[in-house]
């Protein structure tokens, strides 16, 4: 199992453009996550889902947009980049969000800088 | 809302030591679980240990063990005979049991240095 893979590794957008950071994971998840992680900082949740087809808001979710089609993916969509979304994403999945199924695997991130 | 607040933001320890990472949170929810993620340089995040909330005993994986204290809202994570390979950020998270959802609150994090 490849586990959660993201796409791209790192990327530098200009002010006002738009890009989608892909996020996969071949484990049957039901439950999965976007995360961004400021310098220093702890995670905070942008978005989540529970199954395809399934969306909702976390934390910080101005500024981005998500779809859940398949089990498989959940794309973050970044419309209009601003520097202040310069930071680390993170996708996870888990299976559940008991136990003993409820860890949350997480991909390698993607580094996005806005200039 | 739910906040989780680590105070230390950096710690340091000589290898074979034990070191305690303090991690405090707000809730007034009974059921919940408690999370110590690591996050070396190389950034991935791993799962180090969980607590569920109900249980009393506290959890162990091998060097690490956690101090849950439900009263005084508080989770340490210790790490018994520390390792060079220990060093990295770690994270302290919780998630209401209630939510259905699995989402987590993470604290800001605590970068720990083990020392040859």
């Known amino acids: 199992n490849a586990g959660v893979t993201q796409t791209p590794k790192f990327r530098i957008l200009k002010i006002g453009q738009s890009m989608t950071l892909q996020c996969t994971q071949d484990?049957?998840?039901?439950?999965m996550y976007w995360y961004r992680q400021d310098p220093g900082m702890g995670l905070k949740l942008i978005y989540y889902?529970?199954?395809?087809?399934?969306?909702d808001k976390g934390e910080v979710p101005n500024g981005y947009n998500v779809s859940r089609s398949t089990t498989e993916d959940f794309p973050l969509r970044l419309e209009l980049a601003a520097p202040s979304q310069t930071s680390v994403y993170f996708c996870?999945?888990?299976?559940?969000?008991?136990?003993?199924?409820?860890?949350?695997?997480f991909g390698p991130g993607t580094r996005l800088t806005v200039l | 809302a739910q906040t989780v607040t680590q105070s230390q933001p950096e710690m340091s320890v000589q290898e074979a030591e034990t070191v305690t990472l303090s991690c405090t949170y707000d809730?007034?929810?009974?059921?919940?679980?408690l999370f110590w993620y690591k996050q070396p340089p190389s950034r991935q995040m791993i799962l180090v240990i969980r607590?569920?909330?109900?249980?009393?005993q506290n959890a162990t994986e091998n060097r690490f063990s956690v101090n849950f204290q439900k009263a005084a809202k508080s989770f340490s994570l210790k790490i018994s005979d520390s390792q060079l390979g220990d060093t990295a950020m770690y994270f302290c998270?919780?998630?209401?049991?209630?939510?259905?959802?699995?989402?987590?609150?993470f604290g800001q994090g605590t970068t720990l240095q083990v020392k040859p």
């Open positions: 809730t007034s929810e009974n059921n919940y679980y």
């Open positions: 484990m049957n998840h039901n439950y």
């Open positions: 998270a919780f998630m209401k049991h209630a939510s259905n959802t699995g989402k987590l609150i």
């Open positions: 996870a999945s888990s299976y559940s969000w008991t136990r003993p199924n409820n860890e949350q695997f």
């Open positions: 607590q569920e909330a109900y249980k009393q």
């Open positions: 889902s529970v199954g395809a087809g399934i969306t």
